[in-house]
């Protein structure tokens, strides 16, 4: 059980429109402005807002916890060392490959000692807590959410947008976030209006989907 109650407003996290402005802004960025930089700064917000991980989780990830093989997925170490899989969208697939096939590499030729953190700065070392913060909410203030703008912003967007989008999957979105009991995660359920009337009917429309004959308790031949 959680050891206190927590409470989630409306300004915790991005709506569906307001995402979309998010994913505009980066995405016209790192068009127009093809600096390493400009590029690294999308793959931040994308693989935050995608996965919804904490700073400390997105900043002890390693190349090694990356795996873009049939469903791309991050391993994470969360508390107590504890590890899962945080299964990723397939839009993120070219964006990590890129990442790591060109612009990661380049970034650490010139280090001093080598680095096995996956996400790196641009004088290839390894980001800590408080300069991936800044970083984010640099990048959120400039595409119009200062007021808002934190890490725990896209943590929390994604965990709406997870729960809302996957029909009110609450083991799929606690396990992606990596709560420990899922009455943390039925936190998003408040912001999920659904027409009960239609979910009643689902539950018995679902049914026509299989074949009853399979079924059968008749008597055997």
Not at 112 to 129: L, M, S, W
Not at 156 to 179: D, I
Request: hydrophobic share 40%.
């Amino acid at each position: 059980m959680p050891s206190q109650p927590w409470t989630l407003t409306r300004e915790h996290f991005l709506d569906e429109a307001e995402t979309c402005q998010l994913l505009a802004g980066v995405e016209a960025t790192a068009a127009t402005e093809t600096s390493t930089s400009v590029f690294v700064d999308r793959l931040i917000i994308e693989c935050l807002l995608w996965s919804g991980l904490q700073t400390s989780e997105f900043c002890r990830l390693q190349v090694k916890d990356v795996c873009l093989d049939n469903s791309a997925c991050f391993t994470v170490s969360g508390k107590r060392d504890r590890r899962r899989l945080v299964y990723l969208p397939d839009r993120l697939n070219a964006l990590l490959q890129t990442y790591l096939d060109d612009v990661r590499p380049a970034l650490v030729a010139d280090a001093p000692a080598p680095v096995d953190a996956f996400i790196i700065n641009e004088r290839g070392k390894a980001y800590e807590r408080t300069a991936l913060y800044r970083r984010v909410t640099r990048i959120l203030k400039q595409h119009g959410f200062g007021e808002r703008a934190s890490v725990q912003l896209l943590r929390h967007t994604y965990g709406y947008l997870a729960y809302k989008c996957s029909g009110s999957n609450l083991l799929f979105t606690q396990r992606q976030l990596g709560h420990a009991h899922p009455m943390v995660t039925a936190v998003y359920a408040q912001f999920v209006e659904e027409d009960y009337g239609q979910v009643a009917n689902d539950v018995v429309n679902q049914l026509t989907q299989f074949d009853a004959s399979q079924y059968s308790k008749g008597p055997s031949t």
